[in-house]
C-alpha cells in the first residue's frame, strides 16, 4: 500500500518471500497496483542444496588446489635451488677468476690478461684489474730495472734519511767496504767514515743548506779498518715545502790518484835531488870516458916511446954480452959491473915489454886470467918506487895459484889502483903493505892491507862514489876505487874495505874462481 501511496515501485523481502509491489497508473492517476510475491523456501533450500554440493566440491577444490600448491611449490623450492646455484655460479666464477687474478698479481705475473668471458657486470671490475696489473708491473719492472742500474753500479751510493740514517747502500758500497746490507741499514752514515761524527754532520748540515756539494774528498773505512779515500758529490732530495726527505751521497775510490798525487808530491821533493843525482851520473860516465881515452892516450904514448927504447936497450944488451965473450977474462970488479949492466939492460927490457902490456888499448876477451901474475907484475913496476919510500910489501900469494875466468886487463887496472893508494896512504918514514891471495872452491880472495893513514869512518861509504878523493887534484881523480866497483862486479865478484883512522886500510876483493881449475887443485891436494 505503501507503494501505491508513493506511487513508485517497492520490493522487500524476509526470509520466506520476496515481495514487489509498484503503483498502475493510468494519466497520473492512480488506479490500483500490482503486488507479486515470490516464495523463496524452494530457493533456500535449493540454495541449500547447492551449497552442500558447492561446499564438497570447494573442500575437493581446495584439497586439490593444497596438492597442486605443493607441488608448485616443491617446484619453485627446485627451481630456486637451480636458479641459486646459477646465480651463485655466475657470481662466484668470475670472483674466483678474480681472486686468482689478484693472487697471480700478488705473485708478481702482472701482465697475464684477464678473463676473456666475464658477466658484463663484473668486466669493468676485470678490466680494472688488467689495468691495476699492467700499472704494477711498469712501476714494478722500473722498481727492478732502477735497482739492477743501482747495483751494477761501480761507484759508491748511499741514499739517507733525513735524519742521516742509512736506507740503501748499493752493493758496490758493500763490496768495497765489506759490510752486508743488514750491517748498515739503519745505521748513521758517520759508521762509514774514517773520521768523527763531526764530519758527516757538518756534510749533511752543507748538503740541506747548499741542495748539492761535489768532489769533497774524505776517507771510508772498511769493515776491517781499512782507509779508503774517496771522492764524494751529494744532494738533497726536498719536498714541495723544502723540506729534505733523503740526502743521496755518490762517492768513488780515489787511492789511484791520491797514489800518485802522494808521488807526485814525492817526485817534486826529489827532483832536484834527482837532477843532481843524474848529473853527478853523467859526469863520472864523462869521466869514465875521459879517463880511458886518457889510458888509452898513455897506452899509445908508453907503446911508442918504449917501442923507441927497445930497440937501443937491445943493442946495449948485445955489446954488453959480446964484450963478456970476446974479450977474455976481465978482473972481479968489472966483471961485476957488466953482470949488474946486463942484469939492469934486462930489468929494463922486462919493464918495457910489461908498460906496453899494461897500456895496451884493453880488449875485452875473457880469458884465464892468473892473479898472482898480476899481482907479481905490478909490484916489479912499482919496485923502485916501495924502495924510494921504504915500504916493504910482503906478499903471500895462494901456492896453488889464484885464477879467475875474466877481462885481464880490467883486473889489473883495479889491483894496481888499490895498491897505488896503499902506497900513497903510507906517508912518512915507510910502512907495511901485505898482499895475500887465495884459492877456494868456488871463489878467489885477495885481500891488500896496509898501515897507512887509514880510512875516516864518514869517508868509507863514499870512498866507492865517483870523484870521491882526499888527494890534490894533480894526484887523483877520485875515480880509481868506482870504476873498480864496476870492474869487479862486472865479474860477479864484490870488494869491501876495513879501516880505522891512522890504523890502515884492508880492501878485500872475491871474484867467482875458475871452478874448473879449483876442481883440479882441490884433486890434487887430496892426493
Ligand atoms: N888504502 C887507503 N888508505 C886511505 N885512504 C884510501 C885508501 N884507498 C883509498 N882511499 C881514499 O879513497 C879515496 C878514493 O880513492 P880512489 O882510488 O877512488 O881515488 P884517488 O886515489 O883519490 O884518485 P885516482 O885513483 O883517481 O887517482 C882516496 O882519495 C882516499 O881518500
Ligand atoms: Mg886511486
Redesign the pocket.
Known amino acids: 500500500m505503501k507503494s501505491l501511496a508513493q506511487r513508485s515501485m517497492l520490493t522487500f523481502y524476509d526470509k520466506n518471500t520476496y515481495t514487489v509491489t509498484t503503483p498502475v497508473l493510468i494519466e497520473d492517476e492512480l488506479i490500483g497496483g500490482i503486488l507479486v510475491q515470490f516464495s523463496l523456501g524452494a530457493m533456500w533450500r535449493e540454495i541449500e542444496h547447492a551449497m552442500v554440493d558447492f561446499q564438497a566440491l570447494e573442500n575437493k577444490v581446495i584439497r586439490q588446489s593444497f596438492i597442486n600448491i605443493g607441488v608448485i611449490l616443491a617446484l619453485f623450492a627446485f627451481l630456486d635451488l637451480v636458479l641459486a646455484y646459477l646465480i651463485a655460479r655466475r657470481l662466484s666464477d668470475p670472483i674466483t677468476s678474480l681472486a686468482s687474478r689478484a693472487q697471480e698479481i700478488g705473485q708478481g705475473r702482472y701482465e697475464a690478461p684477464s678473463p676473456s668471458k666475464m658477466p658484463d657486470e663484473f668486466r669493468g671490475l676485470a678490466d680494472a684489474f688488467e689495468n691495476m696489473g699492467k700499472e704494477i708491473n711498469a712501476k714494478t719492472v722500473s722498481k727492478k730495472f732502477l735497482n739492477a742500474v743501482i747495483d751494477s753500479m761501480l761507484g759508491i751510493l748511499v741514499v739517507l734519511k733525513p735524519n742521516g740514517e742509512m736506507e740503501l747502500i748499493n752493493q758496490a758500497t758493500l763490496d768495497l767496504l765489506g759490510y752486508r746490507e743488514a750491517q748498515l741499514k739503519d745505521r748513521n752514515i758517520a759508521t762509514l767514515f774514517d773520521t768523527d761524527s763531526t764530519f758527516s754532520n757538518d756534510l749533511l748540515a752543507r748538503l740541506s743548506r747548499k741542495g748539492r756539494l761535489a768532489n769533497i774528498e774524505s776517507s771510508l773505512k772498511t769493515r776491517a779498518g781499512k782507509s779508503i779515500p774517496v771522492s764524494i758529490s751529494g744532494s738533497a732530495l726536498l719536498d714541495c715545502d723544502g723540506v729534505v726527505q733523503k740526502y743521496i751521497l755518490l762517492a768513488h775510490d780515489i787511492t789511484e790518484r791520491k797514489q800518485t798525487e802522494q808521488n807526485l808530491v814525492k817526485y817534486r821533493d826529489n827532483l832536484e835531488e834527482q837532477v843532481q843525482e843524474r848529473t853527478r851520473e853523467l859526469q863520472a860516465t864523462h869521466q869514465k870516458l875521459l879517463h880511458s881515452e886518457k889510458l888509452s892516450a898513455l897506452g899509445k904514448l908508453i907503446g911508442s916511446v918504449s917501442h923507441e927504447f927497445n930497440n937501443p936497450i937491445y943493442g946495449i944488451s948485445n955489446i954488453l954480452h959480446q964484450l963478456r965473450e970476446h974479450e977474455g977474462p976481465l978482473n972481479e970488479e968489472l966483471n961485476h959491473l957488466l953482470d949488474l949492466a946486463i942484469r939492469e939492460t934486462r930489468r929494463m927490457s922486462d919493464l918495457i915489454r910489461r908498460l906496453q902490456g899494461f897500456y895496451q888499448p884493453m880488449d875485452e876477451v875473457v880469458t884465464l886470467v892468473d892473479i898472482n901474475e898480476i899481482i907479481n907484475d905490478i909490484l916489479l913496476l912499482s919496485d923502485k918506487s916501495f924502495n924510494d919510500r921504504k915500504i916493504i910489501v910482503k906478499k903471500t900469494l895462494s901456492p896453488s895459484g889464484a885464477r879467475i875466468h875474466g877481462i885481464a886487463d880490467q883486473i889489473r887496472q883495479v889491483l894496481l ?1 888499490i895498491i897505488q ?2 902506497q ?2 903510507i906517508v912518512g918514514k915507510g910502512g907495511l903493505i901485505c898482499i895475500y891471495t887465495r884459492q877456494e872452491m868456488e871463489k878467489t880472495y885477495i885481500i891488500i892491507s ?1 898501515d ?4 875516516p869512518r864518514g ?1 868509507l861509504d863514499r ?1 866507492f862514489d865517483p870523484f ?4 890534490s887534484s894533480v ?8 870504476i873498480s866497483y864496476d870492474i869487479i862486479k862486472k865479474h860477479g865478484g864484490d870488494i869491501s874495505v876495513e ?1 880505522r883512522p891512522e890504523a890502515g ?1 884492508t880492501f878485500t876483493l872475491s871474484l867467482p874462481a875458475n871452478i874448473a881449475f879449483a876442481a883440479d887443485q882441490k884433486s890434487q891436494s887430496s892426493t
Open positions: 889502483n893508494n896503499a900513497e896512504a896496509d897507512g893513514i887509514g880510512i869517508n870512498i870521491f878523493t882526499t888527494k894526484k887523483g881523480t877520485g875515480l880509481g876505487l868506482s879501516s886500510a
